[in-house]
């Protein structure tokens, strides 16, 4: 059974979509690879699971509270890229890891643009944190919910500009 939520951030709208009562995805307003609205199934009641203890726990993560989500998550994808998404959970809050260097922490050293089309591909972005991969040179490189986005989740992380990192957020 799918049901899916909206609730507010500092980051705009996020859509929870849950299957059989597991976070299966987090989707921003606007964000690249969403899936049609069709396949979130019905609307859920925001106060049953998972959509209350994820709320609850973003929450805490933008009031600058928690640093690592503890959710049961039902990720659809490729063996591969589930690799990679267990392998982005394993990023420290506040700190970056490059492509390359995802790559070699899969045992993949050559496979750093199929980690980026993985990366690209998560389906919870924030919990499963895509954002703290940046290029190799530390440039800002693509992300699903858009580079300002990305940049504000990076600052807010570094403990830069904490207060107002969210006021520009259309």
């Known amino acids: 059974m ?32 969403r ?9 859920g009641d925001p106060d049953d699971a998972p959509f209350a203890e994820t709320a609850r726990q973003l929450t805490a993560y933008f009031a600058g509270d928690l640093t690592a989500f503890d959710l049961p998550l039902k990720l659809s994808g490729t063996p591969f890229q589930r690799r990679v998404w267990a392998e982005l959970c ?11 260097q ?4 899969i045992g993949q050293p050559s496979a750093s643009r199929a980690v980026g ?9 924030i919990i499963v944190p895509c954002h703290r991969v940046v290029g190799a040179s530390g440039s800002l490189t693509g992300y699903g919910g ?20 969210w ?3 259309d």
């Open 167 to 169: 006021d520009l957020v």
């Open 2 to 33: 799918i049901t899916h939520t909206v609730v507010d951030s500092p980051c705009g709208p996020l859509t929870l979509v849950a299957t059989d009562g597991e976070l299966s995805g987090l989707y921003m307003a606007g964000q690249r690879h």
């Open 35 to 43: 899936p049609p609205e069709e396949s979130f199934g019905a609307p």
């Open 146 to 165: 858009g580079l300002d986005r990305k940049r504000r989740l990076l600052d807010f992380e570094s403990g830069a500009g904490l207060v107002g990192v």
């Open 117 to 125: 089309l993985a990366n690209g591909k998560n389906p919870v972005g």
């Open 102 to 105: 995802l790559a070699d922490r």
């Open 90 to 100: 394993r990023i420290p809050y506040g700190v970056t890891l490059s492509y390359g």
